[in-house]
């Protein structure tokens, strides 16, 4: 079995030839999770870079590790003398500043403790909304969501982290590209909601062919360099899964807090535990549950429960976190004519947008308590 004891011990074992002058070499934020490692790596030569995470993918492949993500930091390392001990002890009081939602940011955050939302005196809420499969509507609730929280008079962001999924700007009908003042960009506002996505920077839906230390730095450039201003809430659309940038956001914002998304189904519930237990081993609180496409209404207004019943309680339980809705399989009437027309945002006044509104109301309790 793959432990973080053996991960820092076979990266120390060929990490020397790649220091900085004048520092040593340590490995911080080390996650093992099913043989996937993540560690940013402290201390290397900026030139080196390149040779030593080859190198550290090659050892730990040896090790028994699947795959191998790092993350790069400059800057004084501790003592190489601390050994294993000592980055498994800095780990551990990592995760002790996580849990209090102080310290450093980390990882491709590193650097950015001055900037506004990140800072510790930022009154920002952080929510990440995750899944963990593609296809069960977390992009589409995470719209709503922020619009319902704009609607309760919440000044809302979103960040359209889902790389290579793009969709928040085509589901609130944002045609227009963000501005650049003062070399500052700033984001795309619609229904009081402050929207910034890898879609506004692409052309003709071309699809985006990175590796893991790119999406990371995309990331971080959504804080470094766009103008936000005062937000209570930021939601960050997260792919689905628990890779790169799930892994990102858990360290670059220790005080996020998370909301899971699934369906009905069994097989969905059983995969976006995963999820779940990723927000719990990084220490995020769940905020809860949203079980979206729960039933459909018929004309006669009966349910049917096309993909089953029971996932989003299921789930729920198995985290011991609260079920936030159960959200009909439907899609907004709204017609291309309207003025502030969006093909997946429902009005406040149907059904479904109420739900919305009763889910903000609930998120503003547990964040603002």
């Known amino acids: 079995m793959l432990t973080r004891e053996n991960v820092i011990e076979a990266a120390e074992s060929v990490a020397a030839p790649y220091k900085a002058e004048g520092t040593q070499i340590t490995f911080r934020d080390v996650v093992v999770k099913d043989r996937h490692v993540s560690m940013t790596v402290i201390g290397a030569a900026a030139s080196a870079e390149s040779a030593l995470e080859a190198a550290l993918r090659e050892a730990l492949t040896a090790a028994g590790a699947e795959t191998v993500h790092c993350r790069f930091r400059s800057g004084e390392a501790a003592p190489q003398a601390a050994g294993s001990a000592g980055a498994a002890a800095a780990a551990g009081a990592s995760a002790a500043g996580a ?3 102080a310290g450093p940011v980390r990882g491709h955050g590193a650097g950015l403790e001055a900037n506004p939302l990140l800072g510790g005196s930022s009154g920002t809420h952080f929510i990440a909304v995750a899944s963990g499969k593609g296809g069960v509507g977390k992009s589409t609730v995470t719209v709503n969501l922020a619009v319902a929280l704009a609607r309760r008079g919440k000044r809302v962001g979103i960040i359209d982290a889902d790389i290579y999924g793009f969709s928040v700007p085509d589901m609130m009908g944002i045609e227009e590209r963000p501005e650049v003042v003062n070399e500052r960009v700033i984001p795309i506002e619609k229904f009081g909601v402050k929207v910034m996505s890898m879609g506004f920077f692409v052309e003709d839906n071309a699809p985006i062919v990175w590796r893991g230390p790119m999406l990371g730095k995309m990331l971080r450039n959504f804080f470094a360099e766009i103008e936000w201003g005062e937000l209570d809430y930021l939601l960050l659309d997260l792919p689905p899964g628990t890779g790169d940038v ?17 369906t009905p189904h069994a097989t969905a519930a059983f995969v976006a535990a995963r999820a779940g237990a990723m927000a719990i081993k990084t220490e995020h609180e769940i905020i809860g549950i949203v079980e979206n496409m729960s039933y459909y209404i018929s004309k006669d207004g009966e349910h049917e429960y096309v993909f089953g019943r029971g996932g989003g309680a299921r789930l729920a339980e198995s985290l011991n976190a609260d079920l936030l809705a159960q959200i009909p399989l439907g899609a907004p009437d709204n017609l291309a004519t309207e003025p502030d027309f969006a093909p997946c945002v429902y009005k406040a006044d149907t059904d479904t947008g109420r739900i919305y509104l009763e889910v903000a109301d609930s998120v503003i309790a547990k964040c603002e308590a």
Not at 246 to 262: G, N
């Open 99 to 101: 849990a209090g939602g």
């Open 246 to 262: 799930a892994l990102d956001v858990h360290q670059m914002i220790p005080q996020s807090k998370e909301i899971i998304v699934t």
